[in-house]
């Protein structure tokens, strides 16, 4: 199981550096391993392949694996819709908070992130194409939630984040991602510090990559088929 970890992770860098793409300034690309529904033990074994950073959904399921991996230094990230009233919890327990999507959550995220760590990263998640998904802000909302994340000197605007339809249609999807690389661009050039565009999973990283993505988060492609919903 190990060395399948391993393994399967070492072929994803591979086509994530050759992939095509124009993000070539925000450069390295970066794998976060999507571990909802699996196991401490499995997350320990793809730590010891040399993965760092792991995505989770619900904050609940991240703490009880954090608790059976205290002694190794992983980068946890939130990629699931955050409820506000778990705000609190989540500012503690992750180092990535990639579902801020309304202005609600930034005073909260602000206020519980302990003054001992590191600013809390954020990226805005916007809801680039999927009429059906309440999560994620419009795109005309980015600009007003950025200003409020750099109001805030406990957290640290990163970039943006998006979860686009799972339309069949490669050339739909292509074009969600090109809109969220412009939206990307209008932004850094008011917040120039931003260096992280989240965006393509295991189906489609190398299409993400390619419209300008520099963060993938890959679940499926890594660990297998998931067993049960996250
Ligand atoms: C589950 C999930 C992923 C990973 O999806 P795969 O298709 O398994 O790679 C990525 N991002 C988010 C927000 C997810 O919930």
Redesign the pocket.
């Known amino acids: 199981m190990n060395d399948t970890l391993a393994g399967r992770r070492h072929a994803l860098l591979a086509r994530m550096s050759a992939a095509g793409g124009h993000g070539a300034g925000m450069s390295p690309r970066r794998l976060l391993a999507?571990s909802?529904t699996r196991d401490a033990d499995e997350i320990a074994a793809l730590a010891a392949a040399g993965q760092r950073a792991f995505?989770e959904?619900y904050v609940q399921e991240a703490l009880a694996k954090q608790r059976q991996l205290t002694d190794l230094a992983l980068e946890w990230h939130l990629?699931?819709h955050l409820q506000s009233n778990k705000a609190a919890q989540a500012a503690v327990a992750f180092d990535w908070v990639q579902s801020l999507d309304r202005i609600k959550l930034v005073p909260l995220l602000a206020r519980h992130r302990p003054a001992a760590r590191p600013p809390l990263n954020v990226l805005i998640q916007v809801n680039i194409d999927d009429e059906a998904s309440k999560a994620g802000c419009r795109p005309d909302e980015i600009a007003a939630l950025a200003d409020a994340i750099t109001g805030e000197p406990r957290l640290r605007l990163r970039g943006l984040m998006a979860?686009p339809a799972p339309e069949p249609d490669m050339t739909r999807r292509r074009h969600a991602f090109a809109a969220m690389k412009a939206s990307f661009d209008a932004l850094a050039a008011r917040h120039p510090g931003i260096d992280t565009l989240s965006m393509g999973?295991?189906?489609d990283f190398e299409l993400a990559i390619a419209e300008g993505a520099n963060l993938v988060?890959?679940?499926?492609?890594l660990f297998g088929p998931?067993l049960r919903m996250?």
């Open positions: 999507v909802k995505g959904n990629i699931g979860i999973m295991s189906e988060r890959i679940g499926t492609a998931r996250g």
